[in-house]
């Protein structure tokens, strides 16, 4: 593994110029993940629709692909990128992986090739979970990941299969008698694991070393899929304040809602900053407060300014802590399969 | 080394940026190295159509990756290049069975991406194209005309289901961008696959071909077949297929499948729809090199047959498919039984429309009878492409429209009897009414 300096040192492929909201934690990814892949192999991205990909790969706007200001000298700087229809990238990923493998044994390739597959939730869970599974299923060689922010956040904040019980999206909006989404998430880390991938993550970069140790033990494996989950908290879909990104994501993770996780096959797993146990963890509200999605849940006393349950939300309270903690407790069961 | 040949110069400019390529990073020769020729000689051999197109890709050394997804009628085809596979070992060449129609669409766009300069071809039917249709629509605008995707036309419905051939699939998908060709016979069938990749890699087109037959009619039944010897074909592709000009991406430095905004969207639409008229202009250069190079004929706007050159027909004919051998068949007899001049255009070249080519072989006929085999809103899709190609005629044949042949059903002797009399009566009769429906020779 690279020293975490050294990596922070790379040529990033995710470049200035993307139109993402200021503090969008999947630009932090796309740049965290850019700089682990200046590895003297040539990078190659698929991304379906999403706001990730609207808003850093358009035309005659800026493209905020690409290392340097131009094209490099070296092939094995170089970058390329696709995008197609939103449950496309994993495909895509596994049809690039498999020319290059074509190519590479018939010695007709003259560089290493790595591919990166970045889907949204939306994208991999909802319209595209079929492709991810079964790509994950024929165990193509590459890396996929899922930028997670628990909403379709590219056409107006839409409920996705990820999104954590009881937040307000546009279509579980709050009501006098709803409180908001009444669906738990899709257990998509547990899909991943059965579908036969050989490395399953949920980190993001909020854990910055676990989050690159991870990219590189992906892009390293041998054979096999590698899915990574990346907890995407969203400034404009969750509604929180400026600059509160990676320690919302911090948050989210210790508090149990999406505990860091990483996992390989045969080598079992670990469930990282997030106690099994409820009262060792910080509670759930904190992590609520913050964001306007759950007003209808917690509220901040206007005396001590610590968060407090809105009146006659108790219940509804208390069952998010219920899922929460079968949340952890499920990560923690995963951890222990081979 | 890939020989020079007499394939034309590209004449259009890529207008936007694509990126750097870089030379040397793959090595087609090796690829074409590792190609295992399937035949040597040319051998005549009796085949059916999904046979016939399987072994037209099967000896290309571009094509050697083949994504899939069984759909009756053309399964056989991705059968048949798995068992070659299995046979031939070892090989460089793949199958790739994925989870649905649409993954393999968005898998032929990520693979002919990543290399510009291989060939990637599938085959479907029905309602697998359908289910494509989000990708070919992507594909159709891409610039990816190493792209080959084989339609074994059958009945685009569910409702109710019927697996035999009808060209309803692929008329439906008239606008996804794809040079669209329709085969009959399987000789056409396995001649056509051969020039196809050639017309959508010429650097001026880059536009993704779909290649299609009739389902059950001419993908099941068997007929002598002559193929070519694998070295033959490479060497009449080679004169066509050079290097693309644009970076792929693993040769590349580059984006694909960009963003833009409606300012700029139109200007693809037009250079797409520029790379797509210029396959008017190459189509016949290739299939007049084809028929030097094997004594067949090659890709032609239509098969025409009757019109000679002192005097336009009566009564002309214009359909698709195998139907059309049947009208060959009878059209002596109707010209004896009536005295009337018969002819007949049996289209190949279905998207672009050669509309100006269809109007100089139709102007001076008196009726033109259209045949439709597949269902349409109106008055048939073939129907309107002919008055679009003769409404500038002073002087316009009155047009009658038929359906006949829907969901594969077979266009019989007595169907085109009744056509043809239909035809003759709106010689000097009143005006036909839209259209008519036929079969075995009764009006519906």
């Given at each position: 593994m690279s020293g975490y300096k050294e990596i922070a040192t790379r040529d990033s492929c995710f470049r200035p110029?993307?139109?993402?909201?200021?503090?969008?934690m999947e630009a932090t990814a796309f740049q965290n993940v850019g700089r682990a892949t200046d590895n003297g192999v040539k990078t190659i991205f698929t991304i379906g629709t999403s706001c990730a990909e609207v808003s850093t790969l358009a035309f005659p706007n800026v493209?905020?692909?690409?290392?340097?200001?131009?094209?490099?000298?070296?092939v094995t700087k170089s970058f390329s990128i696709i995008h197609n229809v939103f449950e496309s990238a994993p495909t895509l990923a596994e049809s690039v992986r498999d020319v290059a493998d074509i190519l590479e044994g018939a010695g007709a390739l003259r560089t290493r090739v790595q591919v990166v597959s970045a889907s949204g939730d939306g994208g991999a869970?909802?319209?595209?979970l079929r492709s991810l599974l079964h790509t994950v299923h024929r165990r193509a060689r590459i890396t996929v990941m899922v930028l997670v922010n628990e909403i379709f956040a590219n056409t107006g904040f839409q409920y996705s299969p990820a999104t954590t019980p009881f937040a307000e999206t546009s279509t579980t909006p709050v009501g006098p008698d709803v409180p908001g989404n009444l669906r738990a998430p899709l257990d998509y880390v547990h899909l991943a694991i059965a579908a036969g991938a050989e490395l399953v993550a949920q980190v993001s970069p909020a854990h910055g070393k676990l989050f690159l140790k991870t990219v590189e033990r992906a892009l390293a494996l041998p054979s096999g899929t590698a899915v990574i989950f990346v907890p995407a908290p969203c400034i404009?879909?969750?509604?929180f304040d400026d600059g509160e990104t990676v320690e919302l994501a911090l948050l989210g993770a210790q508090s149990g809602v999406f505990p860091a996780f990483v996992w390989e096959r045969g080598k079992g797993g670990k469930v990282t900053d997030?106690?099994?146990e409820a009262a060792e963890r910080p509670a759930i509200e904190t992590f609520l407060v913050?964001?306007?999605?759950?007003h209808h849940l917690v509220r901040r006393?206007?005396?001590?300014?610590q968060p407090v349950p809105v009146p006659g939300r108790e219940a509804d309270l208390a069952r998010l802590r219920e899922w929460t903690q079968r949340n952890v407790e499920r990560l923690y069961a995963l951890a222990e399969l081979k | 080394m890939i020989p020079e040949g007499t394939a034309p110069l590209p004449?259009?400019?890529?207008?936007?940026?694509?990126g750097e390529r870089y030379d040397g990073?793959?090595?087609?020769e090796k690829v074409r190295a590792a190609h295992h020729a399937l035949h040597t000689q040319r051998e005549s051999l009796i085949a059916d159509g999904n046979y016939a197109a399987a072994l037209a890709t099967l000896q290309?050394?571009?094509?050697?990756l083949y994504p899939g997804f069984p759909i009756t009628p053309s399964t056989k085809w991705i059968e048949t290049v798995a068992a070659k596979i299995a046979e031939h070992q070892p090989n460089i060449k793949r199958v790739k069975l994925l989870e649905a129609e649409h993954a393999v669409a968005d898998y032929l766009a990520g693979a002919a991406a990543a290399c510009r300069d291989l060939v990637f071809a599938t085959a479907t039917s029905s309602v697998g194209l359908d289910h494509m249709t989000e990708t070919t629509r992507s594909l159709g605008a891409s610039?990816?005309?190493?792209v080959l995707l084989i339609d074994v036309y059958?009945?685009?419905?569910?409702?109710?289901?019927c697996i035999e051939g009808d060209p309803s699939d692929t008329l439906a998908h008239r606008d996804d961008g794809f040079i669209q060709i329709a085969c009959r016979g399987k000789q056409q069938i396995y001649d056509t696959l051969l020039q196809a990749p050639c017309l959508g890699m010429h650097p001026d087109i880059l536009t993704p071909v779909m290649p299609g037959y009739y389902g059950i009619?001419?993908?099941?039944r068997n007929a002598r077949l002559t193929v070519e010897p694998d070295h033959e074909i490479h060497a009449f592709q080679d004169r066509w297929i050079r290097p693309c000009p644009l970076p792929g991406l693993i040769n590349g430095d580059t984006a694909f499948g960009n963003c833009t905004t409606s300012r700029w969207f139109q200007g693809f639409k037009i250079g797409q729809k520029k790379r797509m008229e210029r396959a008017l202009e190459v189509l016949p250069q290739i299939g007049a090199d084809f028929e030097r190079t094997f004594g067949r004929p090659g890709l032609a706007y239509f098969d025409a047959v009757?019109?000679?050159?002192?005097a336009p027909p009566d009564v002309a004919v214009v359909t698709m498919g195998p139907d059309f051998g049947t009208f060959e068949a009878l059209r002596p007899a109707f010209e004896a039984r009536t005295g009337l001049r018969a002819a007949g255009l049996a289209l190949r070249?279905?998207?672009?429309?050669p509309r100006e080519a269809v109007r100089r072989k139709l102007a001076g006929a008196r009726v033109v009878l259209v045949l439709n085999q597949a269902h349409h809103q109106g008055r048939g899709h073939l129907t309107l492409d002919v008055a679009d190609a003769l409404f500038?005629?002073?002087?316009r044949p009155r047009l009658l429209s038929a359906f006949a042949?829907?969901?594969?059903a077979d266009v019989s002797e007595a169907t085109w009897e009744a056509m043809l009399d239909d035809a003759r009566a709106a010689l000097d009769g009143p005006p036909p009414p839209a259209y008519r429906f036929y079969h075995e020779g009764r009006r519906l």
């Open positions: 110029g993307s139109t993402l909201c200021p503090g969008c493209v905020a692909w690409g290392r340097g200001d131009a094209p490099p000298d070296d869970l909802a319209i595209g404009s879909g969750w509604k997030c106690a099994k913050r964001q306007r999605r759950f006393d206007r005396e001590t300014g | 004449l259009l400019r890529v207008s936007t940026p694509s990073v793959v090595d087609l290309m050394w571009r094509c050697v610039g990816l005309g190493n059958r009945a685009t419905a569910n409702y109710p289901l009619k001419d993908s099941h009757g019109f000679g050159d002192d070249l279905l998207s672009p429309f500038p005629l002073d002087q042949g829907l969901g594969g």
